[in-house]
């Protein structure tokens, strides 16, 4: 109701505008139709059928501009009220809009909040993971050490003393390029089937001293 009383107001300020306007109009032209008639003193005052016919003419041209401008009166309120009910409809859609769009951005940064979070889980599980991949590198040489035959070791240790002899010789590259070359680590497979081929041997040779008896 509110918004539809300020629609109407300027409105009908402007409806009573516009009726004054013409009620004015009609009256100058009221005039000028008298003095038309009655000729401003041109014709006699005697000639009554002359002034009688002017002023029959002037009410019926009176009537007709009055009911010209009820009409033009009733149309314009018409239009004032199809206006401010449009107008009333736009302010209502505007504001269930504006409604929505507010509660647009809560719902988005909620949806951010929990992508953050995500992310920073996902982040977190990565970089532990990257941590025990580190340990577990930084372990492994020293395991693969152990795990090494002992030709392998005899071997590396036979390379270090000849590589330390050809340099207090001062032969250096003669010597590295004499040495041969060392044999390739093997890999985590071929470790646990040496291990399990070791294991084997050492029960073959307990059940063989087993069995030969004391």
Do not use: Y
């Amino acid at each position: 109701m509110q918004l539809t009383m300020q629609f109407e107001t300027p409105i009908l300020q402007q409806q009573q505008q516009q009726q004054q306007q013409q009620q004015q109009r009609q009256q100058q032209q009221r005039q000028q139709q008298q003095r038309r008639a009655w000729g401003c003193g041109q014709r006699p005052k005697g000639d009554l059928e002359t002034r009688g016919r002017d002023w029959w003419h002037s009410r019926a041209a009176a009537k007709e501009a009055a009911a010209a401008a009820a009409a033009a009166a009733e149309d314009m309120k018409a239009a004032a009220k199809e206006t401010s009910a449009a107008a009333a409809e736009d302010m209502k859609a505007a504001a269930k809009e504006s409604g929505r769009t507010a509660t647009k951005p809560k719902r988005q940064q909620q949806h951010q909040r929990e992508d953050t979070a995500a992310a920073a889980a996902a982040a977190a599980t990565a970089a532990a993971a990257a941590a025990a991949a580190a340990a577990a590198a930084a372990v492994l040489p020293v395991e693969q050490q152990r795990r090494l035959p002992s030709s392998s070791r005899q071997h590396k240790q036979l390379l270090l003393l000849s590589s330390t002899s050809n340099s207090s010789s001062g032969a250096p590259e003669a010597a590295a390029a004499a040495s041969p070359a060392p044999p390739p680590l093997p890999s985590p497979q071929q470790q646990q089937q040496q291990q399990q081929q070791q294991q084997q041997q050492q029960q073959q040779q307990q059940h063989r001293a087993g069995g030969r008896g004391p």
